[in-house]
C-alpha cells in the first residue's frame, strides 16, 4: 500500500466520511429521544398490531401476537432492519467509483500509474481507504448508539451492537467489494455506478422478497443481504460468524479477481 496516496485519497473523502457520520449520528439521537415517549404511550402495543404482516417483516419486526417493545427492535425497524443497508449500499458503490472508475476515466489515475509503483499496490491503496471509510462510519453509528443510549439511560448489550456492527461492516465491505471490481472491469462511473447499482437492487429486492412470506425465505441464500439479520443478531438469538465469513469469502472473491484485471487491463492513462 502507497502511504501518500492513502492520505491524499482519505483527506479527499473527508467531507463525506463526516458527513454520513454525522447524519446517521443526528438519526440516531432523535429516533432514541422518542423512543422513551413512544413507550409512555397508553396505545403503544396496539400500534405495532396495527400493520400487515408482510410490512413487520419486511422491517425485521416480530410477527407473532406477543408485542416486542425492547429498544432492540425498535431500532432494528428504524434504522438496521432497513434504512442502515440502503445507507451502506448507496456508499459502498459511490465510495468505489470515486477512489477508482473516476480517477480513471477522468486521468486523475495517470501519475501513480507513471510512478514506480506497482498496479496491486495502486490497487491496494484504494481498496485501503475504503474499507477505512466503512470502518469509520460504520464505527461512528455504532457510538451513535452507546451515546444516545446512555444518555437517555436506556439499557442495551453493547457487545451485541458491536457484532451487529462486524455484520454490517462485513456487508458493506461485499457491496463495495464488487462495486469495486465493476469499476475495473467497466473503467468509466457511469457504466460501472449503473451495473453495481442495478446489481444491488436486484440482491435488496431478493431479499425483501423473501421475508414478505416463509414461501419465498429461500430467496434470501442467494443475496449477501439475507445474512444481515440484525434483530436477530441484537437479541443473541444467533450468533453471526458464520454470516461474517460468508460475506468476507464474497468481498475476498471479488477483490481478487479486482485485482488480477486492474494489473493486466491496458488502461487508457
Not at 454520513?20 to 404511550?41: C, D, F, K, N, R
Not at 480517477?103 to 510512478?115: T, W
Not at 451495473?195 to 414478505?212: C, H, M, N
Amino acid at each position: 500500500m502507497n502511504d501518500t496516496l492513502y492520505w491524499v485519497m482519505l483527506k479527499q473523502e473527508g467531507k463525506k466520511i463526516l458527513g454520513y457520520s454525522l447524519g446517521l449520528a443526528v438519526y440516531e439521537w432523535i429516533v432514541t429521544w422518542i423512543y422513551p415517549i413512544i413507550m409512555q404511550s397508553p396505545d403503544i402495543e396496539q400500534i405495532p398490531k396495527s400493520f400487515p404482516s408482510a410490512v413487520k417483516r419486511a422491517f425485521g419486526v416480530p410477527t407473532g401476537d406477543e408485542v416486542d417493545l425492547s429498544y432492540e427492535a425498535y431500532i432494528s425497524a428504524q434504522l438496521f432492519g432497513r434504512l442502515w443497508t440502503l445507507i451502506i449500499s448507496f456508499y459502498g458503490i459511490n465510495t468505489a467509483n470515486t477512489l477508482v472508475a473516476q480517477p480513471l476515466e477522468q486521468g486523475f489515475m495517470a501519475y501513480p500509474l507513471s510512478s514506480p509503483v506497482s498496479r496491486s499496490e495502486i490497487l491496494n491503496t484504494q481498496l485501503g481507504v475504503l474499507l477505512t471509510e466503512l470502518a469509520l462510519v460504520t464505527g461512528s453509528t455504532l457510538s451513535g448508539i452507546y451515546a444516545a443510549t446512555t444518555h437517555f439511560r436506556i439499557t442495551i448489550d453493547k457487545w451485541q451492537y458491536f457484532r451487529l456492527g462486524i455484520t454490517a461492516f462485513s456487508l458493506g465491505s461485499a457491496i463495495s467489494a464488487y462495486s469495486l471490481l465493476l469499476a475495473v472491469f467497466f473503467n468509466t462511473e457511469e457504466k460501472s455506478e449503473r451495473y453495481a447499482s442495478a446489481l444491488t437492487f436486484a440482491f435488496y429486492g431478493l431479499d425483501v422478497v423473501s421475508s414478505l412470506s416463509d414461501r419465498y425465505s429461500g430467496l434470501k441464500h442467494l443475496t449477501p443481504f439475507g445474512l444481515f439479520r440484525p434483530l436477530e443478531v441484537l437479541q443473541g438469538k444467533i450468533m453471526p460468524t458464520r454470516d461474517v465469513v460468508v460475506l468476507s469469502v464474497i468481498s475476498g472473491v471479488a477483490l481478487v479477481i479486482a485485482r488480477i484485471l486492474f494489473s493486466r487491463k491496458d488502461l487508457a492513462v
